[in-house]
Nanobody
């Protein structure tokens, strides 16, 4: 199993960024997928979850209304669209699925 995240970077407050996670080595379409984040000095927290059929999603209260998780099972890919970014969204973002983690991608929100 391998999960590879892309798309992190530096963005100004109020800006947008889309993270991408590509899975391999497992039947992607059968598993729920999640995005977590870990800010400096804080514990890793769950940001968003999407079920296998993409019909059901869940979000942390801190990102609800600003972030959108989606997936394309044909591409074995899960996305995290992040809008109205705030400095407190600064963290390493990790993709998670069937008991495995990606290596993370850093998102920095700063002017």
């Amino acid at each position: 199993v391998q999960l590879m995240e892309y798309g992190g970077g530096l963005v100004q407050p109020g800006g947008s960024l889309t993270l991408t996670c590509v899975g391999s080595g497992f039947d992607f379409s059968k598993y729920f997928m999640r995005w977590f984040r870990e800010a400096p000095g804080k514990e890793r927290e769950l940001v968003a979850t999407i079920l296998a059929d993409a019909g059901v999603t869940h979000y942390a209260d801190s990102v609800k209304g600003r972030f959108t998780i989606s997936r394309d099972n044909t591409k074995k890919t899960v996305y995290l669209q992040m809008n109205s970014l705030k400095p407190e969204d600064t963290a390493v973002y990790y993709c998670n699925g069937p008991g495995h983690w990606g290596r993370g991608t850093l998102v920095t929100v700063s002017s």
